[in-house]
Every structure is written in structure tokens, then in C-alpha cells.
């Protein structure tokens, strides 16, 4: 093992400690994006659709497709948003190439919102894991 200069540690631990900061990195990312809101009031115009949680937590994703910035909870990523027919569509990305996506579709009654959400990048190989979520619309809110 090669040792490092005067602090006397080496190279493994750096690597060790590394990865061990972007593994908590990553986890901390995927608990703050699945978090599950309890109330979750959506707006949609023609230029953007804003998500505001029961925690008053909100957030706009403009549908132009460009990539933007973001912060939730100490989570930093980017994404970009788009409309594929009735779909909304957001592509997250952020540090050590880490993919979601999440598309949403409103039932066919338009009293439930279901929300589809995959995580990985097949395209390197990762197999993709994820949850589906169904949201009931809550009359008057």
C-alpha cells in the first residue's frame, strides 16, 4: 500500500474515506427525492408545473427540457422537465452519475395521480430499481 506524505495515512484510507463520503452522499440524495409528502399540491401552467408539499416545500420545474438547478434538504441535483402527451416527465441527475426519473399521469377519471419512479442509468449497465406511487385527489384543496 502506498503511504501519504507527512500525515502519515495512505492512499487506501483516502480512497476508503472517499468513497465512504459518496456513499452518504448518495443515500442522503435518494432519502430527500423519496421522501413520500403527505399532501402534495401541484400547478400546472404553461411553462412550468410547481410541486408544494405538506411541509410547504416547493419547487418548479420549467417543461422547456433544459437542465436547471436544484436543492432539497441538504440533496443538491439537477433536472430537466418535459411533457410527453398527457406525461410529465422530470430527469434527475446529480453527483457520480447518479439518474431518477419520475413521470406522472393523471387517471383517466382524473381522481388519482399516479407517479412513476425509476432509479439508475441503463445505459451504463445499472439495473433500474424503483416504486410506483398512486395519489387520491382531495376535493376543495
Given at each position: ?8 495515512g495512505?492512499?487506501?484510507d483516502f480512497?476508503?474515506?472517499t ?30 408545473v ?7 416545500g416547493?419547487r418548479t420545474?420549467?417543461?422547456s427540457n433544459?437542465l ?8 443538491q441535483?439537477?433536472?430537466r ?6 406525461e410529465?416527465?422530470k430527469?434527475?441527475?446529480s ?5 431518477m ?13 399516479f ?7 441503463p445505459?451504463?449497465g445499472e439495473k ?5 406511487r398512486v ?7
Amino acid at each position: 500500500s502506498s503511504t501519504g506524505g507527512a500525515s502519515g495515512g495512505s492512499v487506501d484510507d483516502f480512497e476508503r474515506s472517499t468513497r465512504e463520503l459518496f456513499l452518504a452522499t448518495r443515500r442522503d440524495l435518494v432519502r430527500d427525492l423519496l421522501e413520500v409528502p403527505e399532501v402534495l399540491r401541484i400547478r400546472v401552467t404553461n411553462d412550468a408545473v410547481t410541486f408544494v408539499d405538506d411541509l410547504q416545500g416547493l419547487r418548479t420545474y420549467p417543461s422547456s427540457n433544459k437542465l436547471q438547478k436544484y436543492q432539497l434538504g441538504a440533496a443538491q441535483f439537477q433536472a430537466r422537465a418535459y411533457w410527453d402527451g398527457a406525461e410529465f416527465h422530470k430527469e434527475i441527475e446529480s453527483t457520480a452519475n447518479f439518474r431518477m426519473s419520475e413521470v406522472y399521469r393523471v387517471s383517466d377519471t382524473g381522481t388519482q395521480l399516479f407517479v412513476t419512479i425509476r432509479i439508475g442509468d441503463p445505459r451504463k449497465g445499472e439495473k433500474l430499481v424503483g416504486l410506483n406511487r398512486v395519489y387520491d385527489r382531495v376535493a376543495g384543496r
